[in-house]
């Protein structure tokens, strides 16, 4: 795998994207705590985003599954460019509005780059090393994650809130020239048989090939139980950073969560040789609740570190097993409304998250919020157990029928 140049051409332009996304998202969290008082606020500034990405996200599937998927992410990159100038603008005059204008681009960039990214790895690494590619991807994103977040605090130490932006969009350039670079060979002729695919119905055309693969559909209702946690992510670190009124505080909780996902993503691997696909995902999942349920212990700098260390490496065992079933399982000719199908549910999960994180810190406070979310997440894995065991629904096993599929 690693004598592959697409490999590490992915992998370094993930890790220089990734340093211009959080110096970025670092910068949005500043300017808000500036400028809005409210939790609830937040929420829905940071939403509008998810909203307008949420429209977009069928087109995004027919158009990834219609194209070359290098295209894709080279117009996607070079949406990302063009959403740091309405940032930058919003710095200058101190519009809240152009901050929104910002987030609906660059979400609308993300709803065709990261499903066209998942749907181009299969293409570039062999089968059997998709959890190793899956894992080092997250990796490097994480790494990435740390390393922009601590330069970001250090920055607006000694620079302007501006200078953050503008890291973002070299970055994000940088990303565009790796992206030329990329060779995939996609094939003629399973590139006709995609694009004789009957696209018309969009998403509606990929819940009976769902049907046909209930392990595929129940890994993605699976992801569900961690996006309540990572849903909330950001407003719950500045509300902590409030509570122990303490700035260097968001830091360490992405240092933290960070460097145990990165730990988790290589431990993952030995565990998979033990654990079935299944076990591994109801074990970590059921680990993401029992981080929610220490966050009631906010006031300790030590829980709170060790819930965020918990929920990371849960988070990278759980993450890249998920993958691994989808990019499997489903066939690869769906694989572009699939992914995009994902991202939609996603952020749909994301929306209602960030509203009622918002309404429920204004309201009723952290501690109260974070131990129903624990008791939301223990019910859903609970009840997605008691369904796989009753459906005999095999997580680990390709569906023989991927051969009429793909």
């Known amino acids: 795998m690693w004598r592959n140049h697409n490999v590490w051409i992915i992998l370094m332009g993930e890790m220089i994207a990734g340093l211009g996304l959080w110096t970025g998202i670092i910068g949005n969290l500043e300017f808000m705590q500036e400028k809005i008082p409210s939790d609830f606020v937040k929420a829905l500034i940071m939403s509008a985003g998810l909203l307008a990405g949420l429209l977009v996200g069928p087109l995004a599937g027919k158009t990834i599954d219609r194209s070359k998927k290098k295209t894709v ?23 809240v509005w152009w901050m929104v204008a910002f987030m609906i681009s660059i979400q609308l ?88 695919v009957e696209n018309k119905g969009g998403f509606m055309e990929v819940f009976p090939v769902l049907k046909a693969y209930p392990a595929v559909g129940m890994t993605l209702m699976m992801t569900l139980i961690p996006l309540l946690f990572i849903g909330s992510f950001n407003l719950v670190v500045i509300n902590i950073s409030e509570i122990q009124n303490s700035a260097s505080i968001k830091g360490l909780i992405y240092a933290f969560e960070g460097i145990a996902f990165m730990i988790g993503t290589v431990a993952v691997k030995s565990l998979a040789k033990k654990w079935g696909t299944a076990s591994i995902l109801f074990s970590f999942a059921s680990l993401v609740a029992v981080s929610e349920f220490m966050l009631y212990f906010v006031q300790s700098q030590a829980i709170t570190l060790a819930a965020f260390a918990i929920l990371g490496f849960a988070l990278g065992c759980f993450f890249p097993t998920a993958m691994v079933v989808f990019q499997k399982q489903m066939p690869k000719a769906y694989h572009g409304r699939f ?68």
Do not use: C
């Open 109 to 196: 960039s993300a709803t065709f780059y990261f499903p066209a990214l998942q749907a181009t790895i299969p293409l570039v690494v062999k089968e059997e090393h998709l959890l190793t590619m899956n894992g080092w991807h997250m990796n490097v994103a994480t790494i990435s994650r740390v390393v922009g977040t601590a330069l970001a605090g250090i920055m607006l130490v000694y620079w302007s809130l501006s200078s953050l932006y503008i890291i973002s969009m070299a970055a994000y350039g940088a990303l565009l020239l790796f992206t030329l670079m990329l060779r995939i060979d996609e094939g003629e002729k399973r590139e006709a048989k995609v694009k004789n």
């Open 339 to 406: 992914f995009s199908f994902r991202n939609m549910l996603e952020r749909m999960m994301f929306q209602v998250v960030l509203l009622t994180t918002g309404a429920f810190l204004d309201i009723v406070g952290l501690q109260t919020m974070v131990i129903l979310f624990g008791l939301i997440s223990m019910t859903m894995t609970a009840v997605f157990f008691v369904q796989t065991k009753r459906r005999n629904i095999q997580l680990g096993q390709p569906n023989e029928k991927d051969l009429e599929y793909s």
């Open 73 to 95: 992410l080279l117009v996607a990159g070079l949406g990302r460019m063009v959403s740091v100038v309405f940032m930058l603008v919003a710095l200058a005059t101190g519009s």
